[in-house]
């Protein structure tokens, strides 16, 4: 049995934004321009982050992991198990004409002291910090902060996100069993210019008395691989200078699909979009991973994009064989990397083809594939995701988070990439679910583990 400790005063972080994203509002249906002001102070390093964001985005070496020494359970008094709420966050890498999605990472951390009896849960009287080797700023690979004002009406500090956290800090106690920190800025390119989607943070737990008890490595998944340029494509002129960009030509055919629209149904929705940029698409259209609400009668963002592809994806190159890959991360990438993938589970097996998620009758990021789903009629004793809530939101043996476990959906172990397997290796000695009831308990308990919330 795993017991929880809790403390009634739950201390929160104050967001010193008017917003932030998964979960609260955004400036939804307004789209503007940056102000003149922020582009003067920000305008002279505009075109050098651009141009170094561009040169180090071709390279593709992904670095090998390198976890800071973590204590091994056995001699750690607390154990820590950290995770992503998604298994991979997208962002654009320039947002001087359009942005789908900001910088914007989570990261989660169950704290479990083991000195006790039976394992407790720890959500008070200790300090849970991050902080992501090799990749200390954000602000010299992307143009995020010069246009963070015209799309989402905010002035940003350097390598601060939208929730006011940035590159290294604290977790806070969510009030759920486990601690967490939103809107972290990180970009896949390290320090050091090699493109990584994979890299690990390093989680510390120190005692009131700053005495380190705990640590772990976590990855924090990102990638800017959103290949619009499979179908959209640049046009230059005869000196190689680009006249019309990848952007540019998306919102000119948004444009003249929403004017022939207009004229179909007699609506009257903006088709001067090219002349807004940057443009927030969530701006419009609906987009709960955003918090946004969209204009009234335009479509969610999600039943827009699948819906308008879904008939179009014969047109993709022969390399591209998953679909779903010329628009999540990626052919290169490869967003989905869980035990799932080495036994042949694709993403259309969990989600259906793109037609089944343009549904508009889908709620999206709501009405996802269950674990149960599937593996309820292969252990049919045991328990899954709890009534109404989704794998990432989950709690099971004990009151532990599913993720903390298992891993994050999409990463769910054993990975087939290393660093997502670097966690379970620290603390148990092998890649996989977390299955070594020692990591937690301090001997093996004698009792079957039923894979049950109560027990």
Sequence with gaps: MVRARSSPHVRRRLIPVSLTVLGLSLFAGVVVSTSPMQEQALGASKEKSKSKAKVKAQETETRKPRPAPSPTAAKSPYVVLGYNDLGMHCMNQDFSEICILPPFNTLHATVIDRTKGSPEIVTEHVNVEFSI?????????????????????????????????????????????????????????????????????????????????????????????????????????????????????????????????N?????????????????????????????????????????????????????????????CYACHPGVNTECQRDVHLSKGITCVNCHGDMAAVGDVNRRPWVDEPTCASCHQAMKPKFQFEEPGKLFKESRGHGGVHCAACHGPQHATGPAVTDADNVQAKLVQGHAGVINDCTVCHKEKPSDPFPHRRED
């Design 263 to 323: 004229a179909a149904n007699g609506t009257n929705f903006p088709t001067d979009l090219e002349l807004r940029k940057p443009v927030l698409c969530a701006g419009c259209h609906a987009d709960p991973a955003l918090g946004t609400t969209g204009m009234p009668g335009v479509s969610m963002f999600s039943h827009a994009m699948h819906g308008a592809h879904a008939p179009r994806m014969n047109q993709l190159p022969p390399n591209v064989t998953n679909a």
């Design 133 to 261: 080797p090799g990749n200390a700023t954000s602000v010299t690979k992307t143009n995020f902060w010069v246009y963070a004002f015209g799309l989402f009406g905010v002035v940003l500090p350097p390598d601060i996100g939208l929730t006011g956290n940035g590159l290294f800090g604290r977790l806070f106690p969510t009030g759920k069993g486990d601690w967490n920190v939103t809107g972290i800025p990180i970009t896949p390119l390290t320090d050091s210019g090699i493109n990584n989607p994979f890299q690990l943070a390093h989680i510390t737990v120190k005692n009131e008395q700053g005495t380190l008890v705990g640590q772990t490595d976590a990855v924090v998944p990102v990638s800017w691989e959103i290949n619009c340029n499979l179908c959209h494509k640049e046009v230059l002129d005869d000196k190689g200078n680009v006249l019309v960009s990848v952007a540019t030509d998306i919102l000119r055919k948004h444009d003249a699909t929403v004017t022939k629209y």
